[in-house]
């Protein structure tokens, strides 16, 4: 018959209970016994109240005649009764214990006795017979009095006593026998319990060795030996056979199959990488992209960004989240990416062009997706944009404030009919706009703590900015905790706004210790040069300008410049404001003296006052202002000097 280990266990569980029982019988036992003293204790507390009423009354009748004043025979009568009421309720309690209620009564009698001798006295103290009292006092019923009441008070406790425990001596022995029995059964039970659950655990433990030797064994091929026995262990010992015949048996199948999840990986990532987009160079803007896969996800996701031209004027910008893993996934995006970058050729509004897209997913039932669509407005700064069940874009300033983007809006592909929310925020120069999958909020499944830990990076990297601002902030992210899903990550930064007025000055907002930023003003800075013709300054000499005036910014001041570039008085003027200290120059036209070559320092405003015609420093709120005019070409063609790029 099998006997396996929940019953063994449950077997095991019944012998405390079992003494545990046995114990509560004994406890029931003393609590017996201690409701008995109870009795004894309500017994003979009712006697000895029963004779304070008799004493309080006598000292009343005494305390009268020492002080002449007449006796206060009302309080007698109440005392009276109240002694017939207490002999009733000892009456009561003894009642059906023949002893007690003979020693009961005979106890009453002698104080019903004792009372009648205090009344006659009463009423010869109020008389005025003083001889007659004192004959009351010194009678021999008198006498008897005193003595008849304590002798039958002490027959009655002692009675009650005998009634109820019997003996002293019994009762000791009684008492004895309760607490031996109560060691005996309390140690009998725990040594029996210890005993029978160390053999219990024992024979467990041994049969779990031979199991775990056994899987050893199976693990390197070689036989095993039978646990035995027909509970749960040996099961289980049968199953680790089977399995072990199962694995060897398909062992070649499995390979084949990771084989086969690699290749799938592989062309995975591949089309992935094909269909996420190349991003286009836009001027004013500086764009970082970034795409983190977890190294250990057997499958890519489908996150995507996206930038592109819809105009001179206008850029749409879309980043978001194919549901799922794998080819679909991945084919899923580019098909939704593909079709947000077709339908906004068609059409203007953000909330016409997702509502759009939606319809064709819901009819295609192609895959849900979150997503973000904006078209950002190169001359107002102004950013219309829909959210779908995607998380809010957080926007920095060049302070450094940080704020979430408001919106929201129901995942695409789920309801054909549902209409969306166009928002809007303008962005100003220096303004940061970061866009995400949450990829990156999730790696510890806690949304609320990964938006801080989000806008935490943001920061940091604004504040130490990487190469790739985008990468910067992904690595920031999951340097405590690495990813567990696919991320995507989309930063632009606005560098400054174009004009309708193309006699208008170009301005610059930017981060000067961000290289590539810096690069990409530069750029733009001598694009806007040769665009004034014959008019232009000397590129060569602007370009060493630009390049000593940004290395000041870098390393004298938190970093952030404004830089505007116009024409004073027939000279091309460029100006830098940022929030370092002030500078001196060089005083009267005075030139420049050549610094020494041992320091660093002074070689900078050596370069820029001898190539300009002109330097000028001066405060501003915050920091400072500076204002060089750019050296004209010499000779014809001087102005297409080639710069670096």
Not at 74 to 103: F, I, M
Not at 431 to 442: A, K, P, Q, R, S
Not at 475 to 493: C, E, K, Y
Not at 580 to 592: D, H, I, K, Y
Request: charged share 25%; hydrophobic share 40%; with cysteine.
């Amino acid at each position: 018959m099998r006997f396996g280990i929940r019953p063994q266990a449950v077997l095991l569980a019944g012998v405390p209970l079992v003494f545990l029982l046995v114990v509560l019988g004994l406890a029931g036992l003393i609590s017996k016994q201690t409701e008995q003293t109870s009795y004894v204790a309500e017994v003979v507390g009712q006697s000895q109240a029963m004779l304070d009423t008799v004493n309080a009354a006598k000292r009343g009748v005494r305390q009268s005649s020492g002080a002449k004043r007449p006796v206060d025979f009302g309080a007698l009568a109440a005392a009276r009764g109240q002694l017939s009421t207490q002999e009733g309720k000892l009456l009561d309690q003894v009642r059906g214990r023949p002893l007690l209620t003979k020693r009961a009564e005979d106890y009453a009698r002698a104080l019903d006795a004792a009372f009648t001798l205090l009344t006659g006295y009463a009423r010869a103290v109020e008389a005025g017979d003083v001889a007659g009292a004192q004959r009351i006092l010194k009678s021999p019923a008198g006498r008897r009095a005193d003595a008849e009441v304590n002798a039958t008070q002490k027959a009655l406790s002692a009675a009650v006593r005998i009634d109820t425990f019997g003996s002293p001596a019994e009762r000791r022995k009684a008492l004895q026998a309760l607490e031996r029995e109560l060691l005996v059964g309390t140690l009998a039970g725990i040594g029996l319990t210890v005993l029978v659950s160390f053999l219990f655990g024992v024979r467990i433990v041994r049969r779990l060795g031979v199991l775990g030797q056994n899987a050893q064994r199976l693990a390197a091929g070689l036989p095993t030996v039978p646990v035995g026995g027909g509970d749960e262990i040996s099961e289980l010992d049968a199953i680790y056979r089977s399995m072990a015949d199962s694995i060897a048996s398909s062992a070649i199948a499995h390979e084949q199959t990771l084989e086969e999840l690699e290749r799938e990986r592989a062309v995975t990532a591949r089309l992935q990488q094909t269909l996420l987009p190349e991003i286009p160079a836009i001027d004013g803007m500086t764009i970082h992209t970034a795409y983190t896969t977890p190294i250990e996800s057997a499958q890519i996701g489908g996150d995507w960004f996206d930038v592109f031209a819809l105009s001179e004027r206008y850029v749409g910008l879309s980043v978001g989240d194919v549901t799922g893993h794998g080819l679909r996934a991945v084919t899923a995006m580019g098909f939704v990416r593909q079709a947000i970058r077709v339908v906004a050729r068609l059409d203007d509004d953000p909330q016409t062009i997702v509502e759009r897209v939606n319809r064709v997913l819901c009819e295609e039932q192609a895959s849900l997706a979150s997503a973000f669509f904006g078209i950002y407005d190169r001359e107002t700064g102004n950013l219309t944009y829909v959210l779908a069940g995607h998380g809010p874009p957080i926007v920095t300033s060049d302070t450094g404030e940080l704020a979430l983007l408001q919106g929201g809006g129901m995942l695409l592909g789920l309801d054909a009919g549902v209409r969306f929310t166009t928002y809007e925020r303008r962005l100003a120069p220096g303004d940061t706009l970061v866009l995400y999958t949450d990829g990156i909020v999730e790696p510890e499944r806690d949304y609320v703590k990964g938006m801080r830990d989000l806008e935490a990076a943001i920061l940091g990297e604004l504040a130490e900015p990487s190469a790739n601002l985008a990468e910067g902030i992904q690595s920031r992210v999951f340097s405590q905790h690495p990813p567990r899903d696919d991320s995507a990550l989309l930063v632009l930064r606005i560098g400054r706004l174009i004009s309708a007025d193309e006699s208008a000055d170009p301005v610059w907002h930017f981060d000067a210790r961000d290289q590539h930023v810096a690069r990409t003003v530069k750029r733009e800075f001598l694009s806007a040069l040769e665009s004034l013709g014959p008019n232009r300054p000397d590129l060569l000499a602007a370009e060493m300008v630009y390049g000593e005036l940004i290395s000041n910014v870098v390393r004298h001041t938190p970093g952030s410049a404004r830089m505007q570039l116009g024409v004073d008085d027939g000279k091309v003027v460029l100006q830098v404001d940022d929030k370092g200290p002030l500078f001196t120059t060089s005083e009267n036209g005075a030139r420049a003296k050549l610094p020494n070559g041992d320091l660093e320092c002074g070689r900078g405003l050596y370069i820029i006052e001898t190539l300009c015609e002109r330097i000028e420093v001066e405060p501003i709120d915050g920091g400072k202002r500076t204002t060089v005019a750019l050296p004209p070409a010499t000779e014809p063609g001087d102005g297409h000097s080639s710069p670096s790029k």
